[in-house]
T-cell receptor, first 115, second 115 residues
Framework: GNSVTQMEGPVTLSEEAFLTINCTYT??????LFWYVQYPGEGLQLLLK?????DKGSNKGFEATYRKETTSFHLEKGSVQVSDSAVYFC??????????????FGKGTLLTVNP | EPEVTQTPSHQVTQMGQEVILRCVPI?????FYWYRQILGQKVEFLVS????????KSEIFDDQFSVERPDGSNFTLKIRSTKLEDSAMYFC?????????????FGEGSRLTVL
């Protein structure tokens, strides 16, 4: 079946540090890949996505590239801010039959950025 | 900005009691979902719902669970007789269309604690 494995947290960084959160996946077919973010007290929000191999998703300074050869979708940001403190979830979507798709999530990685 | 809203934000119940978690999806969305996250574990798919019927359900979604869209705006998850292991954060989500590129919009979650 499908699965997503992401870097165990928590991750604690200083402001302006470089961030990498690793994510690898196992899936049949050609899934789309996502990073969702959950800020304190809020719901899950889509951060970025990539729908095919070699696509790069980007948003708010975050980037992730769909690497089919390594089945990875690592999240990176060159310079984190305190406001980036949140839980980050890697996910893939797969066609579960008919026209319906569902998301398979990783465990989530808590990022804390200190000033 | 339209958003998915969930109530209650936190519910504490005794084992064996019935619980109803409520969600108001975004008004023009057609696909509805429930996910849950047991503390420290992955966000797991429970059920998807389209055109007034269940599209797909996971192994977790047994006979104790049911979903309903009673009035065209609310989308509810009912647990008939709660067990200790039902304690989790339950997320409702909706999407405008299905397909792997269709973004899911999540609510803030309802935390269920079963004593």
């Amino acid at each position: 079946g499908n699965s997503v494995t992401q870097m165990e947290g928590p991750v604690t960084l200083s402001e302006e540090a470089f961030l990498t959160i690793n994510c690898t996946y196992t899936a049949t077919g050609y899934p789309s890949l996502f990073w969702y973010v959950q800020y304190p007290g809020e719901g899950l929000q889509l951060l970025l996505k990539a729908t095919k191999a070699d696509d790069k998703g980007s948003n708010k300074g975050f980037e992730a590239t769909y690497r089919k050869e390594t089945t990875s979708f690592h999240l990176e940001k060159g310079s984190v801010q305190v406001s980036d403190s949140a839980v980050y979830f890697c996910a893939l979507s797969s066609n579960s039959g008919g026209s319906n798709y569902k998301l398979t999530f990783g465990k989530g990685t808590l990022l804390t950025v200190n000033p | 900005e339209p958003e998915v809203t969930q109530t209650p934000s936190h519910q504490v119940t005794q084992m064996g009691q019935e619980v109803i978690l409520r969600c108001v999806p975004i008004s023009n969305h057609l696909y509805f979902y429930w996910y849950r996250q047991i503390l420290g574990q992955k966000v797991e798919f429970l059920v998807s719902f389209y055109n007034n019927e269940i599209s797909e359900k996971s192994e977790i979604f047994d006979d104790q669970f049911s979903v309903e869209r009673p009035d065209g705006s609310n989308f509810t998850l009912k647990i008939r007789s709660t067990k200790l292991e039902d304690s989790a954060m339950y997320f409702c989500a909706s999407s405008e269309r299905s397909g792997s590129t269709g973004e899911l919009f999540f609510g803030e979650g309802s935390r269920l604690t079963v004593l």
